[in-house]
């Protein structure tokens, strides 16, 4: 992708590995849920080292026995906080990406003309709803130059220009932190709207 993503949390090899690898980048997405978004962005390299690879393959991951790939994510320290779950997960948008795709993940996001249909096809992805693909859509146009027409109005309020919303806008520790506090204000008016209802 020839672009450096930066997550905030400066860990270089982990953030070149997104920068570089349409399918890192990807595999950041859907592990970042119920985990801190470190975490869940340094997991594709913590993945390629234990496959001592320097990079992820769709066609490797979607024929790895799924025991034997679970216990790769389970590995101390866990790739994830439910590593076995997310193993079935990467492998399902693995499988579908060799069989749409030829496993080029890159080919997802490739000439698409409009941003309503690089939504779409986010949205066609194992593991990705509409607020994951409008968050990774908002990623690719924000960081990595991939903006077709109308992308910003098709990534939602996540598309709006320093937003600070989601991880479409780390850039360093002072984004971090902003896109931190705009989830805790979020989480907090959830559960007063809860508490209201009761």
Known sequence: MGRRLRRG?????????????PLAALT???????I????AFKGPRTI??????????????????PDAFAALLSEKPAVHRYPGSMAKRIQQLCQ????????????????VGSGAELLRRLEDLPGFGKQKA???LALLGKQLGVAPTGWREAAGAYGAPRSFRSVA???????????????QELKAAAKAAKAAKK
């Open 36 to 39: 801190p978004m470190e975490w």
């Open 134 to 136: 409008q968050i990774f």
């Open 169 to 183: 806008d780390i850039t360093g520790p002072d984004s971090l932190a902003k896109v931190r506090a705009h989830k």
């Open 96 to 111: 579908y990406l060799v069989e749409h795709y030829d496993g080029d993940a890159e080919a997802v996001w490739r000439g």
């Open 28 to 34: 950041g997405m859907l592990l970042d849920q119920q």
């Open 48 to 65: 390629a080292d234990r496959l001592g690879a320097e990079d992820l393959d769709a066609h490797d991951i979607a024929a790895m026995d």
């Open 9 to 21: 949390r400066q860990d270089p090899a982990a953030d070149e590995l997104l920068g570089r690898s």
